[in-house]
T-cell receptor
């Protein structure tokens, strides 16, 4: 079975600064995908960024980038130039390639961006 | 292109009752997954429906059941409600079969409170 662990229940950052959210996972699979999802107070889960395990290059989406360390089973999210709209719950998630659409989520990190 | 919708938004039931939650998948999608998100936790996979058949199930008892209709909308039914069933129920739709990874699009959820 896969597990995803987020060790930071809450984090805060000043607007325009950079923040890093941590995630570790455990799996015996070799082919899988990792994701960061954002859940604002509206509750709608939004995909922020994804990383394919077979790719060594870290994924980047505008102000969001990841540090994927496959051997260490670590997958952190860096948010640059933080904006007030980034305030949300962030979930790290895992899916193995053969499981269709079954996501395994971490416990989440509540990020607050302060003006 | 319409997004994923869920109804109702909120629901209050008493212990022992039965409840039906509904989800309309995004246009063109053939798969619906249901997740339970207890307060302060990450979503937990309940089950997935693909072309009207159950296609994977998480660690939930049989009193959690579902249906998927020919138009790919879906229902989640919970019998004999317990207090611990109080949670946000999320559905997510995707298009299975288009490669190894299929992005899931989440609805806004139904908040169920069991008294």
């Amino acid at each position: 079975a896969q597990t995803v662990t987020q060790s930071q229940p809450e984090m805060s950052v000043q607007e325009a600064e950079t923040v890093t959210l941590s995630c570790t996972y455990d799996t015996s699979e070799n082919n899988y995908y990792l994701f960061w999802y954002k859940q604002p107070p509206s509750r709608q889960m939004i995909l922020v960024i994804r990383q394919e395990a077979y790719k060594q290059q870290n994924a980047t989406e505008n102000r969001f980038s990841v540090n994927f360390q496959k051997a260490a089973k670590s997958f952190s999210l860096k948010i640059s130039d933080s904006q007030l709209g980034d305030t949300a719950m962030y979930f790290c998630a895992f899916i193995k390639e053969t499981s269709g659409s079954r996501l395994t989520f971490g416990e989440g990190t509540q990020l607050t961006v302060n003006p | 292109e319409t997004g994923v919708t869920q109804s109702p938004t909120h629901l209050i039931k008493t212990r022992g009752q039965q409840v039906t939650l509904r989800c309309s998948s995004q246009s063109g999608h053939n798969t619906v997954s249901w997740y339970q998100q207890a307060l302060g936790q990450g979503p937990q996979f309940i089950f997935q429906y693909y072309r009207e058949e159950e296609n994977g199930r998480g660690n939930f008892p049989p009193r959690f059941s579902g249906l998927q209709f020919p138009n790919y909308s879906s229902e989640l039914n919970v019998n004999a409600l317990e207090l611990d069933d109080s949670a946000l129920y999320l559905c997510a739709s995707s298009l299975l079969g288009q490669g190894a990874w299929n992005e899931q699009f989440f609805g806004p959820g139904t908040r169920l409170t069991v008294l």
